[in-house]
Nanobody, 123 residues
């Protein structure tokens, strides 16, 4: 069984930074394409950034230039560095892995999801 565990969320003021981590565990699991999502109250879950095995990335426009995704394949961990945070970044952040088709950033079909970590940005 594969598990994804997010950490690093918290309460910060606008302009500050947070670094989220998503650690994967489970036998015979190799990180491939993964995604960071977020869901704000009353809104649909949205893709924040996707990162492929080779390191290529896709960011949603609202976080470009502020958020940076990275990965440590040896540690089976993906990170999300979030700088210049804004109140509109407030959401529960989830990581996802194990794409179920060739277009996970569009279909949002993933085999595994983490439990989420809350990020709250005050103005």
């Amino acid at each position: 069984q594969v598990q994804l565990v997010e950490s690093g969320g918290g309460l910060v003021q606008a302009g500050e930074s947070l670094r989220l981590s998503c650690a994967a565990s489970g036998s015979a699991f190799s990180i491939n394409t993964m995604g960071w999502y977020r869901q704000a109250p009353g809104k649909q879950r949205e893709l924040v950034v996707g990162i492929a095995t080779g390191g290529s990335t896709v960011y949603t426009n609202s976080v470009k230039g502020r958020f940076t995704v990275s990965r440590d394949n040896a540690k089976k961990t993906v990170f999300l560095q979030m700088n210049s945070l804004k109140p509109e970044d407030t959401a529960v952040y989830y990581c996802a892995a194990g794409p179920r088709d060739s277009y996970p950033y569009i279909t949002h079909r993933w085999a595994y999801w983490g439990q989420g970590t809350q990020v709250t940005v005050s103005s």
